[in-house]
């Protein structure tokens, strides 16, 4: 099984670890004639870069993407595009305990446990390095969907870090590329900033809640029933290191309302129906209503701490370990053009699907 | 693309409608050789079977399957295995309001916009009829399980009913089987029963979670980075109907945790690594631990109640809607027997997946 | 890995054995929409259906097709469509000899050898009669090219029977449907009766070629490089039981050309380019020109025969077997019709392919 | 879907162009703790490499192989194997007439009906460049083989140029790798040569024969009904570029016997079931038997030829065209290391899903 690969029709594969020569995404299925060069998907990977603000690893990596083939004078040729991106920050260093050492709440054991080899080089394939990989295939898929569905917009955003909430009375598209935490709340900005500060001067580390928000998706688009665009959804963003939860709208709060409260009562609006609210998080039975697609997942902590912790060897030993290196103390906030690039992803892989499969039997409301 | 089917090497496509002669799983990749027949599957499916006490929807349904290939002799043969299930409450009743009109909150409308034709007869595909099928399925997973992993023991029970949540310390693995809501706290069983009550004769709904956990799954299952077991349990469960939001071991409060308070710290046990806590439900870098899988996932309330809502037509009309007919007050419970299939057969395939691609050379830690 | 399943976005999954209860194609992907009823598939199955003259096997089988699922109101829905055939004919007989010994260039031996045990009834799974099921699919394929690309004409027929092939000079489309053997040649209908004939009554069986045309296929079907309209076509018609060999275009004999004599000249004709020949079967680089795609393959003669061969039981003794019972001395002439449903199967997934990935991508030269 | 991706767990997908920066396979699947360098996969390449004779291609390319990922220590880690050959020789040439003009025989003219642009630059990703890919590929999957399998040994070799068909008696292992076409009859290379020079003078081109041979190929590998082993290898060589026919041991020929001649008879050997001959070419259901795998493939003369044909141009007008360059006089010498690499590739695979779905349930005969 190409276990390394996601979507069904826009297909990514992923390849490289955190200290290889380089990593990249191998994309197959990308629509022809959609207008990328380098400087498009560069524009995503900066943001996720590390080493932009002093709350995120200093590992100094330039992430810059090649495109080594899809495409012929600036526009995609419908053949795999082959996004690389070589790492150049392979520090020389002594990873002393690692080699042996297996970091609690890290996948160094369960990867070991499996596949009975060590990378212990920065974690190898585990490392959150993967993603800058997802962030490219993102940048292309944007791409795509600015030729195909140019309305479709997706933004991603911190709604949580910690024990520290937004407040949603607060909520402003426009502060999240303000502020180095991507939330769109001004006020826990300023929190987060001490709130954080404190944690990296301590070697502690937090989780957080991560929502991505697509505006413009079309109604219908979704496959039922193994196929529905919640499930990929929830796939897409639980495949992300650190994630372990995931929620549609309402999400684990729906499970403490009642039918009345939670079902979106409908009207018809001059363009189609329209909503009283998106209890739904924009998609019922698996397809989109038209609504705003609303994904909440959540981050956990890294492992990567300077507080000891119990663990054993490989040789079966118990032993102790601290986590020294450059990490970052809230992984969270890289995640969010992780997020936002996964849900590129899946919602133009639904929407090849959809016009393959339906073409113009499409029901309209009130047609 | 398979929209229907989910599983890598264990696949089951599910088919069939609310109101069709029947519906069912085609599962292919069942090894050979596994004891198997009509009885085995037959016990989970009277587990989910509406009309079993007055909390379930009074639809009457045998729900008995019928084994139509794959086996010979009471073996499986490694062929397809087709489990069939007649629908014989197909009531010819007056669907009325139904035919023109969508219910807010339910998959009607987003069907008609996808596929453009209505599958009117009690949701068509749409319905948690459907789920009888992955029930059959997990049955003949659990038999296989039984033969390759006899330790696995999968659980499933309910955490929470609308506002209300079971005490954690009255834990009962005995107890899920004694109450009608599949819930090891035997008080919450009670509290349950006068809320549930109440709901149903006001022809309301409410949400619930789920939770299910598979004991003795053995290190070293998953397949990073985009078949991460914990990503395909997350897809399974979020396929399921109604499902809002799915957690592992400590899900969105993840997000709340520092790292020192979320890494289960490691020491050497008899027989292999221990772990002094499980806030990783059993899942690190995509891949089992040994320790108890452990997840959790929201069902949002049934969209078919008694209170007048807003809606429209087909015809793109306003109008109101009331929906009648045989419901589950809380469809949560249901759902109980349906997560555990959907466990039995992720982790199934997952073992089929670690046989086929690395063999011996699994690392034994202290070997 | 789904093995029992065929197509990208058509998908059809058979099931069933020879002597269970049924057998039937699970068909997921078909559009929605698109008008069938069990009539329109039956025709393409009584084509098939054993017992229709002397030359093929007695055995006796309604094969008579359900439609458990998919369709509402005379048209699909876009979910998935079963399609069953209950197995009427089981003969309860003595099984005898076959229970313990394997026939000489029968799959007996290589199914025991892979799955470890032997569904000796009529071959099981490895029978023909899974056959049955690809025509039902192969009824739906054509309804739903019907609904999207009506000039679709897909026509299979005998062009070598044994040592006797037909005279090109003789080919006549109309025959096709005039003789039991689906040869375009009427002269060779005659001589291939008696010849069969002869075979028949000597207990002995014969190969035969058939060939498969689909005419008014618009250009540009075709996904290279692993997904080539070639490629899909080869890996259909191998599938198909005693299939040994598959030619597109020139095929084997493309080995003994040279450039010149090969490549087919191009002009512009009125509503687009014309070819002075057709030696590549209707396809360059794995994508239809929109010539006449043309595929054949050979069918070996059937191992059942009344001739004594050495052969081994389970047990590993040697012995000898004759092979009575209902079989075809031609299996060749049932083929035709199992071609047939296996290029419609093709031509309408790569059709949903093109729509889903190109849109209005598409070159038209001399636009 | 991944359409330029094969296999089912060992599964390869290779991007690039004939004259884009680079090529390569992204192999997701590979087992973990294969040794590999890149001197084992540089190996197969310089068997493909052009340039080697005056019998193929001029074109000047080092095919030097990188592994940018997958391995550590000189072993495969269990993650994908990213392997990359740079071009070089992108010789800066006036494409003159190709911008404009469609060769005759060449994929030029789908690919412009099916993408809507035109890659023109040798071919673009249609060109037989992408074999390299290929080739790398298989080298992969000759040192899994050589884990997991060391008993395995594919080779492949020409039976036949143009008119030209070996002398099976002089069939001699020892001849392959003697002479430039990779035939095992010394004799035919002979003629060979001075046949080929004539052509390669008088700027023509012509087909050829290769077949592929796997000795030590366990029994039970194969999985039916659309997974066979025989489908599997039919897909794989169909899709090498200029292939148009494929056969299994007895191939297009079959039609011609008759059951007694066909079927190979069957005694009980010191260590398994032996045959009497290899009819089935080592396959009967789909499954291997543990005779020799024998699959031969027809490969079309190339299209680039001196003479001039007919054609068109995008603006759809009628034209002529002679194609100059440098190009293989017989590609099918190169296409020898190509199918050894698909076969191997295939025979993994089914080795890998044999593993994962069967383990200790094959059936052994006579135990």
Same mark, same amino acid.
């Given at each position: ?47 996720? *870069? ?23 004078? +600036? ?38 446990? !499996? ?25 292309? &898929? ?44 001004? !006020?826990? &900005? ?10 990296? *001067? ?19 688009? +979704? ?58 998080? +924009? ?16 981050? !956990? ?8 912790? *119990? ?57």
């Amino acid at each position: 099984m190409s276990l390394n690969t996601f979507g069904h029709l826009f297909r990514v594969t992923t390849w490289g670890e955190s200290h290889g020569p380089a990593l990249g995404a191998t994309v197959d299925g990308c629509p022809p004639n959609v207008a990328i060069d380098e400087a498009d998907i560069q524009h995503w990977l900066d943001k996720r *870069k590390p080493g932009t603000s002093k709350y995120t690893t200093q590992r100094r990596e330039a992430d810059a993407v090649k495109i080594l083939s899809g495409t012929f004078e +600036g526009k995609t040729t419908g053949t795999p595009v082959q996004l690389m991106i070589e790492n150049t920050d392979q520090r020389s260093k002594d990873y002393g305990d690692i080699i042996e050492k297996f970091r609690p709440g890290h996948a160094d054991i369960t990867y070991y446990q !499996k596949y009975g080899n060590r990378d212990y080089r920065g974690g190898g394939r585990s490392s959150a390095r993967e993603t800058a990989a997802r962030v490219a295939a993102g940048g292309l &898929a944007r791409a795509a969907l600015n030729t195909l569905a140019p309305q479709v917009e997706i933004t991603g955003y911190m709604t949580r870090m910690g024990a520290h909430e937004i407040d949603r009375a607060n909520f402003d598209w426009a502060q999240i590329e303000q502020n180095p935490f991507w939330t769109p709340d001004a !006020k826990a &900005a300023e929190t987060w900033a001490d709130y954080l500060d404190g944690l990296r *001067k301590s070697g502690s580390s937090v989780g957080a809640i991560i929502e991505v928000t697509a505006r413009g998706v079309p109604a219908g688009l +979704g496959a039922p029933v193994y196929g529905k665009l919640d499930t990929d959804l929830a796939a897409a963003m639980m495949s992300i290191n650190a994630v372990k939860g995931v929620e549609i709208g309402e999400g684990m709060s729906a499970a403490m309302l009642t039918g009345e409260l939670n079902a979106d009562e409908i009207t018809m609006g001059p363009s189609g129906p329209e909503y009283s609210s998106n209890h739904s998080g +924009g998609i019922l039975g698996g397809i989109s209503t038209g609504q705003d697609i609303v994904i909440r997942f959540a981050v !956990k902590p890294t492992s990567s701490i300077l507080t000891t912790r *119990k663990t054993i060897t490989k040789s079966g030993e118990d032993t102790e370990i601290i986590t020294k290196g450059r990490h970052d103390p809230c992984v969270g906030i890289r995640a969010v053009p992780v997020g936002e690039a996964m849900m590129a992803c899946v919602i133009l892989d639904h929407l090849l699907l959809h016009r393959g499969q339906i073409g113009k039997n499409q029901g309209v409301i009130g047609a």
